[in-house]
């Protein structure tokens, strides 16, 4: 059965137990050989101390930034805490060290395609940084501010990776662009408050807290870096759209962000406290340790730690899910259920998906299928649903999407399954109507490996940030990318300046409303479609609730 949370937890999907390792090569060094890249660039007085960054084709880049101090030692399963500060200048020229975690699962649990996007940075538990992106620095600018929270769920992936460069949003668009690395898996969202009492407050949310800590970082010193705190938008996909979703019902979080967007991820329904102390159970004793034992997590190494994520064995037990828990205090309730969350009520939201999530993985089946395959595949995808159903859904599908392949169909139908959470949170916003939300539906196929993709998920993030040149082992390199890319950049950073993604690149984009149901249709051509394809989703979201 595909499992929304799952399906943005692909960190779970993992093919081993082993680390994630990388290199970095310093650009200054490789500008000191004489080869075409960054120079040395501006100065930038932040409130732990002062960061020289590089210039590249006109942009300020600072990366690695801390925004907090290392999470190791007595800083482990506990809240961030301000970095240490530093005298004289730090060189902010590459990317920090990632949140420990399992192999990554785009090394072989996803398409080929994507894995280069991965530069694969060393890890550590000093994992609390940032990049920031500006076309200048000093106080006198007021640009839009994007902070971009990386996908992979809520257990593997980091900012660093190739598609998440801001560079060209803040050279063509004028914005600041921001990544951001956090705590991840066990470290980020192991609940042990059940176990360990009020010592451990908030462990079951760290992940999300330190985004909170990020976002503070922000507001205190994104001015300095030629940005607005008065108008910064938190954006993400996949693991990242639920990172927004979850923050967006976090006390913590409210009034340091203005804008939010979900691609391809929601976060309808926290962890709660009883399945994510039993979570916490489970994983201690695949430590061999005790639920009374919960302190001597904190003498372990992060690579013990990591291992014991790993999936079990077939039978052993159901694999460890990790994300944000409804603790009561960090995350009070559920994000949205029963209702959009009243804390981010004046927040504009632009959400959307796009058309087979599901192709991203390496081991979905691609070639033609025939009537009794689709029937047995959605069957598959759905479970406990009967043959009658399946066949009332395939008929839907079939006639709203007249002269698909039932290839086709399967994979739509299973990458709605996971689509119904964005709708779900669509709506209610939309219901809430105390701010603005926008709708997308991304369908323009990738020409890599013979069009065999389609639209996988992930795929529109290279439009998002106009890296398609950087993606070509994604996106191929056909000259209509250019245009998509403008449109879609141009539309991100129109939402973060003003709240209404409306541009001149684009038709009118009404805001999403229950009668019409306005959607933008992204793809060579791109149109509002009111209600695309609504028939055929309103009756897989009642089998999905039967």
């Not at 996007?117 to 609390?128: F, I, K, T």
Request: with cysteine; proline share 7%.
């Amino acid at each position: 059965m595909i499992d929304r949370r799952r399906f943005i937890g692909i960190g779970t999907l993992t093919a081993g137990a082993g680390l994630l390792a990388g290199r970095q090569v310093s650009v200054l060094a490789a500008a000191d050989k004489g080869a075409a890249g960054p120079t040395p660039g501006a100065t930038v007085q932040t409130t732990a101390g002062r960061v020289r960054g590089t210039l590249d084709h006109g942009v300020q880049c600072f990366k690695g930034i801390p925004y907090g101090a290392s999470t190791a030692g007595e800083h482990r399963f506990m809240p961030p805490v301000k970095p240490v500060k530093w005298s004289g200048v730090r060189d902010a020229f590459e990317l920090g060290p990632r949140s420990p975690q399992l192999v990554s699962s785009f090394r072989g649990a996803v398409i080929p395609e994507f894995e280069p996007m991965d530069r694969g940075e060393p890890m550590s538990e000093d994992c609390l940084r940032l990049n920031v992106w500006t076309a200048s620095v000093g106080s006198g600018h007021k640009r839009p501010v994007m902070v971009w929270l990386h996908g992979g769920g809520f257990t593997s992936g980091s900012g660093g990776f190739i598609c998440y460069d801001g560079l060209q949003l803040a050279r063509k668009h004028d914005v600041v662009a921001i990544t951001v690395n956090h705590r991840l898996s066990a470290l980020g969202y192991l609940y042990l408050e059940g176990l360990g009492g009020e010592r451990y407050a908030g462990s079951g949310n760290l992940g999300n807290l330190d985004i909170i800590a990020a976002l503070e970082w922000v507001r205190d010193n994104v001015s300095a870096f030629g940005g607005d705190p008065g108008n910064v938008t938190i954006f993400g996909q996949s693991g990242g759209g639920g990172k927004v979703s979850s923050l967006m019902a976090m006390p913590a979080a409210k009034g340091l962000f203005h804008r939010a967007i979900v691609q391809s991820g929601a976060d309808v329904k926290g962890i709660s406290r009883d399945a994510a102390s039993r979570t916490a159970a489970a994983y201690l004793a695949k430590l061999n340790l005790k639920p009374e034992q919960v302190d001597e997590l904190r003498k372990l190494s992060f690579e013990q730690l990591m291992a014991a994520t790993a999936p079990g064995a077939p039978g052993s037990g159901p694999p460890l899910n990790f994300g944000p828990v409804v603790d009561g205090h960090a995350l009070p309730s559920d994000p949205f259920d029963p209702a959009a969350p009243e804390l981010s009520a004046s927040v504009p939201l632009l959400i959307g998906s796009v058309e087979t999530e599901v192709t991203f993985f390496a081991r979905q089946s691609l070639d033609p299928i025939d009537a009794d395959t689709l029937h047995k595949s959605v069957g598959q995808s759905l479970r406990n649903v009967s043959a009658t159903q399946i066949d009332s859904l395939i008929a839907a599908y079939r006639a709203g999407r007249p002269g698909a392949s039932n290839t086709d169909l399967y994979l739509i139908i299973a990458s709605d399954v996971f689509r119904a959470g964005v709708l779900t949170e669509t709506e209610r916003k939309a219901a809430q109507g105390k701010a603005p939300v926008y709708s997308y539906y991304f369908t323009w196929r990738t020409p890599v490996r013979d069009g065999k993709l389609r639209t996988p998920h992930a795929i529109e993030i290279p439009f998002v940030f106009d890296n398609v040149d950087a993606a070509k082992s994604f996106t191929g390199s056909g000259e209509d990318r250019y245009l998509l890319a403008t449109r879609m950049s141009s539309a991100w950073a129109a939402f973060a300046r003003t709240g209404n993604p409306a541009c001149p690149e684009l038709p009118s984009w009404p805001a999403f409303d229950a009668s019409r149901r306005a959607t933008m249709v992204f793809n060579t051509s791109c149109q509002v479609v009111n209600d695309p394809h609504g028939e055929e989703q309103r009756l897989l979201r009642s089998v999905l609730s039967a």
